[in-house]
């Protein structure tokens, strides 16, 4: 959909780029060096590697938690509302953090009440995000009444509150039994794929990286930096027939190799 | 430490019916030894005329349960706003934290009972007992109240800074709730070690003072080698302290029963 005499350069810009990104904590770790990364809008992109590799720290840096000892980070594509303090990222940690003193509803609006969003502006918008990962009827529950699954459902929602360009997800099903992970793999998909958010997933499962991903990021750990990319060129949507397919074999053991190097490499 | 007995059945009954059993034994095994033995009421007065004391003296006793509550009352009231208040101050600055905890550990390891009749010597009776029953709950409050500050999960606090939360929303919306079942564990020790603290400066006044307090009506008793009157005033403090700790688990459950685990019965 070019406009005439407009130029369109085969990549679009950045939803975000990260340039020889290095990340060294206090306490004398060096968690990444060297780490370039460009994000497109409308990607699902996992960073896949082993524990300690810094995936969880890259994730940080371009939510802005943290920031880099080298390298610069740029948030593009959603113009002046992108970057790190700005409402264009939801981020969904690897517990569901949710606050167990206040009610479903209130902990997916706390975005928007922080924001101070009024409530009229606010309930039918997280009414949507509840609806959207199903949980309508526990909208007043509280955390505790509610299963893993669910938890990481209602984090899920919270994240898409504000309808963010760039949702950013550490680990986020790594907790869970398989069956519930497979199941919010799904919806995962299915609310990435209609809401077309633009996706950076931090995982150390290749089996779930290749199943989500339109892009696997291998990284090498001490330091963190990329070692590989495997496209992943299945055709969405994906369903569980894709779990057992050749062709997901087949991209499991191209990522299981690039990562079996990639750990070589730093041992 | 929570409110017992919220299960039904069998267990529910026993909870409250054995109390009661032992309180009947108790009282009829020192109503017999009395009698028996033929004590005087000097020596130990039967719970027969304990009560009539009660009775009779309902008026004086009463009054001076009123000045002791409210002391009381007053001396939690203040220690628990100024230690939450200190906890919060202690939670914002490092360095106060640094530079005052130490002072606040040797409050409470000093024994009151020996502050006590030094603060008679500077405060007014009644000053001096109201800095007694906060100086002991005024501690616990504290400790616990910064223990539940610092324990604040993490990656709720990223959450909020993620979303641009001003400082006052963090402790407002995130802090404070989440270090209210510690708070409340505070609370509630106060709340009887309070009671304490009066009794305890009352007590140091006593006879010299002109304190109408309950503790100083069991040290006048004393004077006065009025036992009974002595068991009477006893058993009101009992029962004050009973009905505080109760009043405060009460509230405790009340504030965390839909979300804290410890306020949470499970069935088995």
């Known amino acids: 959909m070019a406009l005439p005499g407009f130029s369109v350069s085969l990549r679009p810009p950045a939803s975000v780029a990260l340039r020889d990104v290095a990340k060294t904590f206090a306490n004398g770790v060096q968690a990444l060096d060297g780490l370039d990364l460009d994000v497109r809008p409308g990607e699902f992109v996992s960073l896949l590697g082993p524990s300690g590799c810094g995936k969880s720290t890259a994730l940080r840096l371009i939510a802005g938690l943290s920031e880099p000892s080298r390298g610069s980070i740029a948030w593009g594509a959603g113009g002046a509302s992108a970057g790190p303090r700005g409402r264009d990222i939801g981020f969904v940690f690897q517990e569901p953090t949710l606050m167990p003193w206040t009610t479903v509803a209130r902990n997916v609006a706390l975005p928007l009440t922080l924001h101070h969003v009024s409530a009229e502006v606010a309930a039918p918008r997280v009414g949507a995000a509840i609806e959207r990962v199903g949980l309508t009827a526990f909208r007043d529950a509280y955390p505790r009444e509610l299963s893993g699954g669910m938890k990481m459902r209602v984090s899920i929602a919270r994240a898409l509150v504000t309808d963010p360009s760039l949702l950013l997800m550490d680990e986020p099903f790594a907790a869970l039994d398989e069956i519930t992970r497979f199941k919010l793999n799904n919806d995962l998909l299915e609310l990435w794929r209609t809401l077309r958010k633009t996706v950076v997933f931090v995982t150390h499962s290749v089996f779930e990286s290749v199943y989500l991903s339109s892009r696997i990021v291998v990284m090498t750990p001490r330091p963190g930096r990329v070692f590989k990319e495997v496209t992943i060129d299945a055709p969405y949507p994906r369903q569980e027939s894709f779990r057992t397919s050749a062709e997901y074999a087949g991209y499991c053991r191209l990522a299981s190799e690039a990562l079996t190097h990639a750990m070589a490499v730093a041992a | ?268």
Not at chain 2, 164 to 179: C, D, E, N, T, V
Request: charged letters at 10%; glycine letters at 8%; proline letters at 6%.
């Open chain 2, 1 to 268: 430490m929570s409110v017992p007995g919220r299960a039904f059945g069998p267990e529910r009954i026993l909870r409250i019916a054995l109390p009661l059993v032992a309180l009947v034994l108790g009282v009829t095994a020192w109503h017999l030894v009395v009698k028996i033995y033929a004590l005087p009421p000097v020596k130990l007065p039967g719970p027969g005329l304990v009560w009539d004391t009660l009775i009779d003296d309902r008026q004086l006793l009463l009054e001076s349960l009123g000045v002791t509550l409210l002391t009381t009352f007053e001396g939690f009231l203040l220690a628990t706003v100024g230690a939450i208040a200190l906890a919060i101050l202690f939670n914002v600055s490092r360095l106060v934290e640094y530079t005052l905890y130490p002072y606040a550990v040797i409050l409470q390891v000093t024994p009151v009972l020996a502050i006590a009749p030094l603060l008679l010597i500077y405060l007014p009776q009644q000053g001096a007992v109201l800095a007694c029953a906060w100086i002991v709950a005024f501690f616990p409050v504290l400790a616990n109240t910064t223990l539940g500050l610092n324990s604040v999960d993490h990656n709720l606090v990223d959450l909020y800074r993620l979303y641009g939360a001003s400082p006052g929303q963090i402790l407002f919306r995130l802090k404070l709730p989440s270090a209210l079942p510690n708070m409340l564990t505070g609370i509630r020790i106060a709340g009887g070690l309070s009671l304490v603290g009066a009794v305890v400066a009352e007590l140091a006044a006593g006879s010299g003072g002109a304190g109408s307090g309950l503790a100083y009506r069991i040290a006048e008793s004393q004077y006065r080698l009025n036992i009974p009157r002595m068991f009477a005033a006893l058993f009101l403090l009992s029962v004050a302290g009973v009905v505080i700790f109760f009043a405060l688990s009460g509230l405790s459950y009340l504030l965390l029963r839909r979300w804290h685990e410890s306020a949470v019965t499970r069935e088995a």
